[in-house]
């Protein structure tokens, strides 16, 4: 039996019960293939090396009309280079625009959006876990020397509070993803489907 968009949570519905519809898909700065090098350097047992070209092909970020879609694919597997034995495995995260990480959307920058100078930055791109409580590295993008990244977080109660957010890097244009998920997020707020049967 078919799904009724009928979930109780509404921001699982969507505007036609058989589709998701992608309002934006973002251009990935080839600034990623660095920097997946320079971990292949640093840690030449993940295989990144020989499959940078690979796992930028497989990476995207696309804003649906609910929510957003990261595909960061795995960067450390044993053997990666042995074609028989590695493999890209996909590391798909979504933010839904009802969640409280959803709220806001900036562009990162030093210190920007959220100031915690506790934050170590472990590699350029600063990618971190999905919606943890962590602290903000005060440098995410490296100067944007691999891409430009948002992130995405909720209101701020205190410019110096580590809380919450989640880090979109290797963005080829920080402000156009920036824009079409404001415009994405305030078109689901006005136009959120409710919950329908169908007949």
Do not use: W
């Not at 044993?78 to 009802?98: A, T």
């Not at 562009?107 to 971190?128: E, H, K, L, Q, W």
């Not at 943890?132 to 100067?143: D, Q």
């Amino acid at each position: 039996m078919a799904h009724a968009n009928s979930a109780k949570r509404s921001a699982l519905n969507t505007q036609d019960p058989n589709n998701i519809r992608i309002v934006y898909r973002a251009q990935l700065d080839e600034g990623m293939k660095k920097c997946l090098c320079i971990e292949g350097i640093m840690n030449p047992c993940s295989g990144l090396l020989c499959k940078a070209d690979e796992v930028f092909e497989n990476s995207y970020v696309q804003i649906h009309e609910n929510r957003v879609e990261v595909n960061m694919p795995s960067p450390f597997q044993c053997c990666l280079c042995i074609e028989s034995l590695g493999q890209i495995n996909d590391y798909v995260q979504v933010y839904y625009f009802d969640k409280r990480i959803g709220q806001e959307v900036d562009r990162a920058g030093f210190c920007s959006p959220i100031c915690c100078p506790i934050g170590v930055n472990p590699m350029c791109g600063g990618y971190v876990p999905p919606a943890m409580y962590f602290p903000y590295p005060c440098c995410p993008t490296c100067f944007d020397i691999c891409g430009q990244g948002a992130v995405l977080h909720g209101k701020l109660p205190c410019i110096f509070c580590c809380h919450q957010f989640a880090q979109i890097p290797f963005l080829a244009d920080a402000n156009a993803f920036v824009d079409a998920y404001k415009q994405a997020r305030d078109a689901y707020a006005g136009a959120a489907p409710t919950q329908q049967t169908m007949a």
